[in-house]
C-alpha cells in the first residue's frame, strides 16, 4: 500500500507532457504556474520515461546557450518527444545538423551562413511581393468568397520560395513530405517511408548538380564543399532536407496564425493599416505570441548541471517551452496581449544559442509581406467562419492551421 502511494505521488509529482491547451492560440495555463516554481520542474513524455521541463525565459537561454547540454538525439537520457523521434536514433547517418553538437554542427552550418544572412533576406523581398501580389490578385479577382488563405496563401508562398533557392518545380512533393514529417498523427513508418522519399529525391538533385550545377544553393555547395570534399553527399542530403522540411512547414505555420491575427484583433489589424512601418516589430511579437514550435526543444545533460535552484544530473533529459518562455511576464510584461508596439525582439521562438534558426531572417521577411499583401489586397480582412469552427492543428510539431477561411 505504500510502495502504491509512493507511485501515485511521484505520478502527481510529475505531471503529463505535453499539456492541453485551453484556448487555442494560448499555451497550456498549467506552463504559467510551473514557471512560478522551481527554475525545472520533473514531467512525464507519453513512453513513461520522466524529463526536465524548464519553462522562464532565462532558464531556456540558459540551457540552450550551455554546452554541457547536448543536441545528439542518441545521447543517454535524450527526451523522446514523440513516438517518431526515435527514427533518428535509430538510424543517425539521416540526422542533420541540428541535431549535432560542435565541432561537427559548426562546420556544416557554416557551410550554409551566408545564404540566409538579413542581407540576402532582403535581397527576396522584391521577389515575394511580386509573387504575393500575383497570388492574391487571382484570389480576390475569382470572386469567390470565403477564401481559405492556408491553401491559397500560407502554404505555397513558402514552398515556392525553397523551390526558387533550390532551383527546382516539384514544390507539391516537396510539400507532401514534409508535411508528413512534422505530424505525429502519422506512424513511425509512414514518417520514415517520407523522409526516405525525400531523401531520394534529394539524393537525385544533388547528382544532377554535380553533373550539372547551376545558380542554385544546393549547386553552390556542390561546387564549393562537395568537390573539394568538405562535405559528402551524405551529409549534403539531410541538410537539404533541414532546409526544406524547416522552411517550409514552420514558416506556413507561423504565416496562418499570424494571419489569424490580423483577421481577428482589430488592435493590430487597426496599427498594421494605419503605419506598415510597424510590420518588423509586430512580427517579432507574432513570433512571440504564437511560439509554434508547441511542445519546446530537447536535449540531455552530459554532465552534472546546476540551474538556479535544481540540479539536473549527467544523463537526464530537458525539455525547454519556447512558447512558456515567451510568455515569461518577468520579460514581457502582459504577456497574454499581442502588442504590435512591443520589443519583443527578445523572444525565443527561434531557439538560442549555437542552434538558433538559421533561416530566421528569410522567414520574418515571407511573413511581414504576406501581412502586408493581405492588408493591400484585402481591406477589413475578417474571419469567415465562427472562430470556434476553425481547425487547429495540434498534431503537428509546428502549431497552425488546417485552413483560415476569410472575406474581406
Given amino acids: 500500500m505504500m510502495q ?23 499555451p497550456p495555463p498549467q506552463l504559467a504556474g510551473l514557471r512560478a516554481g522551481p ?6 513524455l507519453w513512453d513513461g520515461s520522466q524529463v526536465w521541463l524548464v519553462t522562464s525565459h532565462a532558464g531556456v537561454r540558459a540551457v540552450l546557450g550551455d554546452r554541457r547540454f547536448t543536441a545528439v538525439t542518441s545521447a543517454p537520457g535524450f527526451p523522446m518527444l514523440t513516438r517518431t523521434s526515435q ?49 492574391l490578385s487571382a484570389l480576390v479577382s475569382s470572386g469567390e468568397r470565403p477564401v481559405d488563405l492556408v491553401t491559397g496563401l500560407t502554404t505555397p508562398v513558402p514552398s515556392k520560395v525553397i523551390t526558387l533557392l533550390f532551383g527546382v518545380s516539384e514544390g507539391d512533393f516537396i510539400e507532401s513530405r514534409s508535411a508528413i514529417l512534422i505530424d505525429r ?19 537525385e538533385l544533388v547528382e544532377q548538380r554535380v553533373a550539372d550545377p547551376g545558380t542554385d544553393l544546393v549547386s553552390r555547395l556542390v561546387t564549393e564543399q562537395v568537390r573539394p570534399g ?10 537539404c532536407r533541414l532546409l526544406l522540411v524547416a522552411g517550409h512547414g514552420t514558416t506556413a505555420s507561423q504565416a496562418a496564425l499570424s494571419l489569424l491575427s490580423l483577421a481577428t484583433d482589430p488592435n493590430l489589424a487597426g496599427a498594421l493599416a494605419k503605419d506598415e512601418s510597424l510590420l518588423p516589430k509586430a512580427v517579432d ?14 536535449r540531455a545533460a552530459v554532465e552534472d548541471v546546476r540551474l538556479d535552484d535544481v540540479t539536473i544530473r549527467a544523463g537526464e533529459g530537458v525539455v525547454l517551452s519556447l512558447a512558456a518562455g515567451n510568455r515569461d511576464e518577468g520579460v514581457f510584461p502582459s504577456p ?13 521562438a527561434f531557439g538560442h544559442g549555437i542552434h538558433q534558426c538559421l533561416g530566421q531572417w528569410l522567414a520574418k521577411v515571407e511573413i511581414e509581406e504576406m501581412l502586408a499583401a493581405v492588408l493591400r489586397w484585402m481591406p477589413g480582412v475578417r474571419l469567415a467562419v465562427p472562430f470556434e469552427e476553425l481547425d487547429f492543428r495540434h498534431e503537428v510539431s509546428s502549431y497552425g492551421l488546417g485552413a483560415l477561411p476569410v472575406t474581406w
Fill in 4 to 26: 502504491n502511494d509512493a507511485a501515485l505521488q511521484d505520478e502527481k509529482a510529475a505531471p503529463s507532457y505535453p499539456m492541453p491547451r485551453v484556448c487555442p492560440v494560448d
Fill in 39 to 44: 527554475a525545472a520542474t520533473k514531467v512525464t
Fill in 87 to 135: 527514427l533518428v536514433r535509430a538510424a543517425p547517418h539521416t540526422a542533420s545538423f541540428i541535431r549535432m553538437d560542435d565541432p561537427d554542427h559548426s562546420r556544416l552550418r557554416s557551410m550554409l551562413t551566408r545564404d540566409f544572412l538579413a542581407r540576402r533576406a532582403e535581397e527576396m523581398r522584391p521577389v515575394l511581393r511580386e509573387l504575393l501580389d500575383e497570388m
Fill in 185 to 203: 498523427g502519422y506512424t513511425p513508418d509512414q514518417v520514415a517511408s517520407a523522409r526516405d522519399e525525400l531523401d531520394g529525391f534529394l539524393r
Fill in 230 to 239: 568538405r562535405l559528402s553527399v551524405e551529409e549534403l542530403v539531410p541538410m
Fill in 285 to 298: 511579437e507574432l513570433l512571440r505570441f504564437h511560439s509554434i514550435v508547441q511542445n519546446g526543444l530537447a
Fill in 336 to 348: 497574454d496581449t499581442l502588442d504590435p508596439h512591443r520589443d519583443a525582439r527578445r523572444h525565443l
